[in-house]
């Protein structure tokens, strides 16, 4: 399982995560970590098409990949 975080940085120097887009066996998610916006509900063939555009990928938002752990 892959997991890829977005965050925002903001003027004063802090961060704040916007989501994480999560692989799994049906296909890549986004799931928001901003109450204005919904997680989505279907899962997606690639990473890009299922972050929405209000993250701003990859202009306006920083990624963080995770390590991916292994599943026994």
């Known amino acids: ?3 890829v ?3 925002r940085r903001l003027p004063n120097g802090t ?4 989501g994480a887009a999560v692989q799994n066996d049906a296909g890549w998610r986004f799931i928001s970590n901003v109450a204005s916006h919904h997680s989505s509900r279907k899962a997606h063939v690639t990473m890009k098409k299922c972050i929405p555009r209000w993250v701003g990928y990859p ?3 920083e ?3 995770m390590r991916a752990e292994v599943e026994s």
């Open 1 to 3: 399982m892959s997991v």
């Open 5 to 7: 975080h977005f965050n």
């Open 15 to 18: 961060t704040y995560r916007l």
């Open 59 to 61: 202009d306006r938002c």
């Open 63 to 65: 990624t963080e990949v």
